[in-house]
C-alpha cells in the first residue's frame, strides 16, 4: 500500500470535524435540499500508513472507520483543556500519585478507533509505556472539552467508543455552558457546573471548583 494511494482516497472525501452540511437554495431562496458530509473511509493499515508518514503528528482521528481532521479547540475549550490539566497534575503531586496524565496523544481503542482525547489518564497499575505512536491501554480516565469544532463528535461516536473499550470515567467539560459531565461505564452521568466542585471517585482526594476550570 502506498501513502499516495491514501491520500488520494481521503482527498476524494475530505471533511473537517462536526462540519456543517452544505444546504441547497432554490432561486426563490429556499432550501431545498441538504448534502451530507461524508468523512474518508479507511481501514487500521491505510490510517496507519498515513499517520507513520506523518510522524504521528497528522491531526486526524479514526473515529468508527471514519478519517476526521481535528482542528485545535482555540478560545474557551484551550482555556479549559489546560486548567483540567493544572488540576489534575497539582492533584497527581499532593497525593504522590503514580499514574500518567497525557494530553493530547493517540490511543488505539479498536480497529476502527484511534481517537485523540484532550486529556488521558492511567492509573499507577495500567500505566503504559510511551511508544512512538498509538497507544494501546484504555486510559482509566478520559477528558474531552466540547468545542464548535468537536461537540457532535465528543458527544456522540467518541463518547460511545470510550465506554465501549472500558474506560473507567469519562469528563465531558462544556464551556458554553460551564459544566463538566461525568459518564460512568454503565451510562450513569452527574453533571456539576458553577458553585459545585469536580471531583471522582478514581481520584482519592481530588476536588476543584468548577468555575476554576472555566475562566475564560
Known amino acids: 500500500m502506498s501513502i499516495a494511494s491514501v491520500v488520494e482516497k481521503m482527498l476524494g472525501g475530505w471533511a473537517y470535524a462536526d462540519e456543517v452540511p452544505a444546504a441547497h437554495t432554490s432561486e426563490a431562496g429556499s432550501i431545498v435540499g441538504v448534502a451530507t458530509v461524508a468523512h474518508p473511509r479507511l481501514d487500521s493499515a491505510e490510517y496507519l500508513a498515513l499517520q507513520a508518514a506523518a510522524g504521528w503528528r ?52 479498536s480497529g476502527e478507533d484511534y481517537l485523540a482525547p484532550d486529556l488521558a489518564w492511567w492509573a499507577a497499575a495500567r500505566r503504559p509505556t510511551l511508544v512512538h505512536g498509538a497507544l494501546d491501554v484504555v486510559p482509566d480516565l478520559v477528558v474531552e472539552v466540547l468545542s464548535p469544532a468537536t461537540r457532535i463528535n465528543d458527544l456522540g461516536a467518541k463518547k460511545d467508543a470510550y465506554l465501549a473499550a472500558s474506560a473507567r470515567e469519562l469528563w465531558l467539560a462544556d464551556p458554553q455552558v460551564a459544566t463538566i459531565t461525568a459518564v460512568q461505564p454503565d451510562g450513569r452521568q452527574q453533571t456539576v457546573g458553577r458553585g459545585d466542585r469536580l471531583t471522582s471517585p478514581l481520584l482519592p482526594g481530588f476536588a476543584v471548583e468548577v468555575a476554576r476550570i472555566f475562566l475564560a
Open 58 to 109: 497528522s491531526a486526524v482521528e479514526l473515529i468508527g472507520g471514519e478519517a476526521v481532521v481535528t482542528p485545535p479547540s482555540g478560545g474557551q475549550a484551550a482555556s479549559a483543556q489546560g486548567e483540567l490539566f493544572y488540576a489534575l497534575r497539582r492533584w497527581q503531586e499532593t497525593s504522590k500519585d503514580g499514574g500518567l496524565l497525557l494530553q493530547d496523544v493517540f490511543i488505539r481503542l
